[in-house]
């Protein structure tokens, strides 16, 4: 362990002896009701007229609308409400963003010039500097409760720092941030995730093996080896109770965190699984029981994680375009029971297309537009809002119920790497080509 201090502060209290999250058992696993034939599935009630939307609407305006908006960026018009300038702008690109869980003024962002940085997302201010890195940051993140934060880069290292708040009364804002350890995982990090109810940490590498850590004591549980090119894409499921990665030769394996073994394992020599180009992105529905893929040369995948078997070949990218993100949602029907909900999909692609989809079915309900490339994706859980980062310098929010774009946002220089937006819906940041991070606000 490295004695780097951010902020020279004691240790942070109630982590020392935390314990990795405890794994459920396959009894827990949720039951699968089948419909239609052996590999289809009911994942939530397709209950097309709660959407409310029309199918295949461009969510675009007319031609001349998305001129004026064009026209406006180039006059300089800014809708963002705090810059942070805190990554070096002439060593380049912002590339990974996560707002903290728990309080939208705080931020954590990782950029080209190696640097990752906490900061105020109402100010820009510069919180704490999580230096370390001799490579690019590729991949932030923050623990389920917010008191620890990670980093990954192309050197390999995973690092991993903790706050400062010897009090639960203290806001986050004022808390410090203090180096806890650096770990020694793949030989370039492609991504992080941790899991949903506990500190433990999940890395995947361009060496092929994924890296699972319980934190704080930096203690390696198993190093996953099944995969024989680079893992792109993985997390933990929703629940907590496996793990899914997938990689460049676009073979997915779904492993047991328990054990380190897979439990199911698909390969491209299925056809109707196959991904040209690999797989690039990866999504799970709440329930754990269904994960969608999308390929780096186009495709999308639906797949049941309980029998291992495809559920449906997704068309509604160009051919040949990569599939930057996919996500799934849950949100609030239109005029449905109160809390009733319905499980939504999105995908956005090199194509400049949104894409959203019904999770019962997969069957493509709207379909909008960026003048360019879409290169981020982000949402707040159980809102009917998600918010899209694009090539062409702009974010927009979209209303997944009826696939309208209902804003674009003005003020970033570049192209926009990523975004997010806070768990209340009411924030969102972006980080750009050119090093600077923007506030927006959506509410």
């Known amino acids: ?87 070096h702008a002439e060593e380049g690109a912002v590339f990974c963003l996560a707002i903290h869980p728990f309080a939208a003024t705080l931020a954590v962002s990782g950029g080209e010039d190696d640097q990752a940085y906490v900061f105020r997302t109402d100010t820009g201010a510069q919180v704490a500097q999580l230096s370390g890195h001799t490579d690019s940051v590729t991949s932030v993140g923050w623990s389920h409760d917010g008191g620890l934060v990670a980093t990954g880069g192309m050197d390999g290292k995973v690092r991993v720092w903790k706050v400062r708040r010897p009090s639960s009364d203290m806001p986050w804002e004022e808390a410090g941030w203090e180096f806890l350890i650096g770990l020694e995982g793949p030989d370039e990090v492609n991504w992080l995730d941790w899991h949903p109810k506990g500190n433990v940490l999940l890395a995947g590498g361009a060496d092929g093996t994924v890296w699972l850590w319980n934190l704080p004591s930096g203690e390696t549980m198993h190093v996953l080896s099944g995969h024989t090119t680079p893992v792109t894409c993985g997390r933990f499921t929703p629940d907590g109770k496996k793990i899914l990665t997938g990689s460049e030769d676009s073979t997915l394996i779904l492993w047991d965190p328990r054990t380190g073994q897979p439990v199911h394992k698909l390969s491209p ?147 926009v790497h990523a975004v997010s937006v806070s768990r209340d819906g009411r924030v969102a940041v972006s980080g750009s080509e050119d090093g600077s991070v923007r506030t927006f606000r959506l509410d």
């Open 1 to 87: 362990m490295s004695d780097e201090i951010v902020q020279p502060v004691p240790p942070a209290p109630g982590h020392e002896d935390e314990e990795g999250p405890e794994f459920l058992t396959e009894d827990d696993v949720l039951e699968v009701e089948e419909v239609g034939g052996d590999d289809q599935m009911a994942v939530e009630s397709d209950d097309d007229d709660e959407m409310d939307g029309e199918d295949d609407a461009d969510g675009q305006g007319t031609s001349g609308e998305r001129d004026d908006a064009m026209d406006m960026l180039d006059n300089g018009l800014d809708d963002s409400v705090a810059v942070a300038q805190l990554h």
């Open 269 to 415: 020599s299925d056809a109707r699984f196959r991904l040209e180009g690999g797989i690039n992105c990866l999504a799970i529905n709440p329930a754990s029981t269904v994960a969608v893929l999308g390929g780096a040369e186009g495709g999308l995948r639906a797949v049941n994680l309980v029998q291992g078997s495809v559920l449906a070949q997704m068309e509604g990218h160009e051919e040949g375009a990569s599939i930057e993100m996919v996500a799934f949602n849950e949100i609030p029907t239109i005029g449905g029971a109160s809390g009733a909900s319905v499980t939504v999909i999105v995908s956005v692609g090199t194509d400049g297309r949104v894409c959203t989809w019904e999770a019962s079915g997969f069957r493509l309900r709207n379909t909008g537009t960026h003048e360019d490339a879409v290169t981020s994706l982000s949402f707040s859980p159980h809102t009917p809002t998600f918010l899209t980062g694009s090539a062409d310098k702009t974010l927009k929010l979209w209303d997944y119920r009826t696939g309208s774009c209902l804003r674009t946002l003005l003020g970033n220089k570049d192209v």
